[in-house]
């Protein structure tokens, strides 16, 4: 007799668990912006900014791993594009760090703590924005990177990749359990470079 097969529901909710996660902001000393070539998690931040949430924004990215250059080609890298979009929201440039360097998540958060270091900044609590499906890893790095900081995971919402709808199209499915994929392969890279040097 064929055992009977679990109701996919109970998938979807396990990978939504694992993969999402959303926090409410709170006032913090900067907002987080890892790289990206997508307009909501920048717009959201600059929104959180307006509120008063935090003084500083710190956008971070060169371009992907991979790739030659950054895939909007008016721009040299996401944090110049996404510091242009900022100012379009009203953010003075007198509120922005930058990080131009990283290739990936991990790159984006362990470089932002360089610059937040070299700029004498003393990161307590810091928001985090991204794309909803990033939200679990994207926070992970960053806490890694300030482990003494409380980094508040505060995602955009965005059409077909949000954890009540991902699994209902075939583009959110592969975008999601891409990342949960990701989950795996990329944290086992980063966690191997912790142990070797004592962190974990």
Request: hydrophobic letters at 40%.
């Amino acid at each position: 007799m064929n055992a009977k097969i679990r109701e996919p529901d109970s998938f979807f909710r396990a990978v939504t668990e694992l993969v999402f996660l959303r926090e409410e902001p709170a006032e913090a000393d900067v907002i987080f912006i890892p790289g990206s070539s997508h307009a909501e998690p920048v717009r959201l931040a600059a929104a959180l900014w307006r509120r008063g949430c935090a003084p500083r924004l710190l956008p971070s990215g060169r371009f992907a791993a991979g790739a030659e250059r950054f895939r909007l080609p008016e721009w040299e890298t996401e944090c110049a594009w996404m510091c242009e979009l900022l100012a379009a929201e009203g953010v003075p440039a007198a509120a922005l760090m930058r990080e131009e360097q990283a290739r990936c998540t991990w790159d984006n958060a362990r470089l932002s703590r360089e610059v937040c270091d070299a700029a004498g900044l003393e990161v307590r609590r810091a928001l985090l924005c991204c794309r909803p499906f990033h939200a679990r890893r994207a926070k992970l790095y960053y806490q890694w990177a300030f482990p003494e900081a409380e980094i508040r995971c505060v995602p955009c919402r965005e059409e077909g990749v949000n954890a009540e709808d991902w699994h209902r199209t075939e583009a959110g499915r592969r975008r999601v359990l891409g990342e949960l994929r990701r989950l795996g392969d990329q944290i086992n890279v980063q966690l191997e470079e912790l142990i070797a040097h004592g962190r974990a």
